[in-house]
Nanobody
């Protein structure tokens, strides 16, 4: 079993930065490609960034490319999302999880709110 705990969200003004963390239990995390997802009220969950198990390859949604950076430290079983130049449309509840359709139980997520 894997547990995921997201943290680092908060309230920030447009143009500001936040760094989200995703702490995962178990060594299985080290061989799992992960992504950051977000969901705003009334909208479907969106995958915004992915990273391969060894960190070699990253991908981003067009909406965040150039502003967000995903990374991971497998020695700490932790993934990160550095968010710069935040926009109000980035406001959402952010989760981490596996990618490819085989999800672990979802954590509580961390709320990011960007004000104008």
């Amino acid at each position: 079993q894997v547990q995921l705990v997201e943290s680092g969200g908060g309230l920030v003004q447009a143009g500001g930065s936040l760094r989200l963390s995703c702490a995962a239990s178990g060594s299985i995390f080290r061989i799992t490609a992960v992504g950051w997802y977000r969901q705003a009220p009334g909208k479907q969950r969106e995958l915004v960034a992915t990273i391969t198990s060894g960190g070699e390859t990253t991908n981003y949604a067009d909406s965040v490319k150039g502003r967000f950076t995903i990374s991971r430290d497998n020695t700490k079983n932790t993934a990160y999302l550095q968010m710069n130049s935040l926009k109000p449309e980035d406001t959402a509840l952010y989760h981490c999880n596996a990618i490819g359709g085989r999800y672990y139980p979802w954590g509580q997520g961390t709320q990011v709110t960007v004000s104008s």
